[in-house]
T-cell receptor, first 114, second 110 residues
Framework: SQTIHQWPATLVQPVGSPLSLECTVEGTSNPNLYWYRQAAGRGLQLLFYSVGIGQISSEVPQNLSASRPQDRQFILSSKKLLLSDSGFYLC?????????????FGPGTRLTVL | GEDVEQSLFLSVREGDSSVINCTYTDSSSTYLYWYKQEPGAGLQLLTYIFSNMDMKQDQRLTVLLNKKDKHLSLRIADTQTGDSAIYFCAEKEAGTALIFGKGTTLSVSS
């Protein structure tokens, strides 16, 4: 069966510090991968998605970047965090072969920037 | 552009039925989804419906789709306190992305 992992679960970082959040998927090959942010009291905002190694699409201009160094690894990064980067970050995957594009989410990372 | 709208809150008593409503704008959406998010957790896919269907039932969950009005609903029968969560409606736009609503917080009182 497929599983998706995210770490860390929680993170408190000062403004201006760098960020690296990691997401890995097990039990599937060539998944589509996604990073979402959920700000307090708001819905999900799609930040990045990737259909393959090294292929990253950005949905919104922002202070963050994403990379996919391996087939089942997706990394969200920032060189200098802003207060507005605080939120709940969710990684998700979907099968590149399924037509329904059901997305399956990881447990999330709670980021607080102080 | 595409948008998904949901009411923000719903409060029901244990044992009653809950109906969570959603409207979407992209008439070319092929799949529509319902996700559940419990406090501090990720999203759990509850069910989805293909756009050529009117209804889908899965145990206590019933999804109704009115494609003409672009209206989707999720009915939870015999609502339990464990059903308290945020419920997200989502539509599949062209390509791989899903568009999510802002979520409906369901509160179940005993």
């Amino acid at each position: 069966s497929q599983t998706i992992h995210q770490w860390p679960a929680t993170l408190v970082q000062p403004v201006g510090s760098p960020l690296s959040l990691e997401c890995t998927v097990e039990g599937t090959s060539n998944p589509n991968l996604y990073w979402y942010r959920q700000a307090a009291g708001r819905g999900l905002q799609l930040l990045f998605y990737s259909v393959g190694i090294g292929q990253i699409s950005s949905e919104v201009p922002q202070n963050l970047s994403a990379s996919r160094p391996q087939d089942r690894q997706f990394i969200l990064s920032s060189k200098k965090l802003l207060l507005s980067d605080s939120g709940f970050y969710l990684c998700a995957w979907s099968s590149s072969e399924a037509t329904g594009n059901e997305q399956f989410f990881g447990p999330g990372t709670r980021l607080t920037v102080l | 552009g595409e948008d998904v709208e949901q009411s923000l809150f719903l409060s029901v008593r244990e044992g009653d039925s809950s109906v969570i409503n959603c409207t979407y704008t992209d008439s070319s959406s092929t799949y529509l989804y319902w996700y559940k998010q419990e406090p501090g957790a990720g999203l759990q896919l509850l069910t989805y419906i293909f756009s050529n269907m009117d209804m889908k039932q899965d145990q206590r969950l019933t999804v109704l789709l009115n494609k003409k009005d672009k209206h989707l609903s999720l009915r939870i029968a015999d609502t339990q306190t464990g059903d308290s969560a945020i419920y997200f409606c989502a539509e599949k736009e062209a390509g791989t992305a899903l568009i999510f609503g802002k979520g409906t917080t369901l509160s179940v009182s005993s």
